[in-house]
């Protein structure tokens, strides 16, 4: 059964309230999504910051109800080069950003449109569409490309300041993170190549904000296949991240997992910091 989300803690250990809301969600087609009730839900949850990812949309084929959105006029979108409804994604914020940039600075990956990053006084938010292994694992060892090019580009920005990475990681890291983790060891986003990458990140300072707040928290998925009622019996996937540098630890007031959100097979996530 779907899993119920504790009341949201809105201040760090140490009392000081929230202020900055950044919401993540793989929207599985921007357009659909936006007939669907996605854009309405973003207009009650109210983000200060906002990543979309699978987007499989151009910039210039964003829907007008998401060019819209208020509070959020400064949007920066990424598409694949030359592959129309594939990929894609978009970062929109309520402050502008000092800078944003495209891409991880990776040729073979960097055309597909899959991160894009906003720097802040106080943070880099990193906006993430991770490759997925493919069925058959025939992309795995791009995909482990990918990791490490991520994470040298991950470091070079955490050396200037804090992180918050959001996005679809394509990955569960561990077997509370899926439903039926034996039957998935080799099955794309539970294999140990991409377990180890996601516990590379891990090693090189950044922390996975819902795990370290809720250790124990089992059921709590962001992704159901449509396919024979997943997410109705919550068998699911926790794909989507809110990944903080150690530091920023002690501003992380909650990262929730919005899992009553429809919309998209992904549920959003929101991350909450007193910065």
Do not use: M
């Not at 995909?143 to 040298?152: E, K, N, Y």
Request: charged content about 25%.
């Amino acid at each position: 059964s779907p899993r119920r989300d504790p009341p949201t803690r809105e201040a760090t250990p140490d009392g000081r309230r929230w202020t900055l809301k950044v919401t993540s969600w793989n929207v599985d087609g921007l357009r659909a999504w936006v007939r669907k009730g996605g854009a309405q839900w973003v207009q009650e949850e109210a983000p200060d910051v906002l990543c979309l990812q699978e987007t499989k949309c151009a910039a210039a084929a964003v829907p007008a109800e998401v060019r819209a959105l208020p509070g959020l006029p400064h949007q920066f979108w990424s598409s694949a080069q030359d592959r129309p409804g594939y990929s894609g994604v978009g970062l929109l914020a309520r402050s502008e950003p000092l800078d944003v940039t495209y891409g991880i600075g990776d040729p073979e990956h960097d055309a597909d449109g899959r991160v894009v990053t906003a720097e802040f006084p106080s943070l880099f938010v990193v906006c993430a569409y991770v490759p997925n292994a493919g069925r058959g694992l025939v992309r795995l060892e791009p995909r482990q490309r990918f990791d490490a090019a991520f994470l040298a580009f991950l470091r070079r920005l955490d050396a200037r300041k804090p992180v918050l990475l959001c996005g679809d990681l394509n990955v569960a890291h561990q077997e509370i993170d899926l439903c039926h983790p034996r039957a998935n060891r080799a099955s794309p986003g539970f294999t140990p190549q991409e377990r180890e990458g996601f516990s590379r990140l891990l090693d090189a300072g950044f922390v996975d904000s819902f795990r370290h707040l809720y250790p124990e928290a089992r059921g709590a998925f962001t992704f159901w296949t449509y396919l024979g009622g997943a997410r109705a019996r919550n068998v699911g996937w926790r794909l989507d991240y809110a990944v903080v540098s150690r530091r920023l630890l002690g501003a992380l007031c909650d990262s929730k997992i919005r899992s009553a959100a429809a919309g998209s097979d992904h549920c959003p996530i929101t991350a909450l910091l007193a910065v």
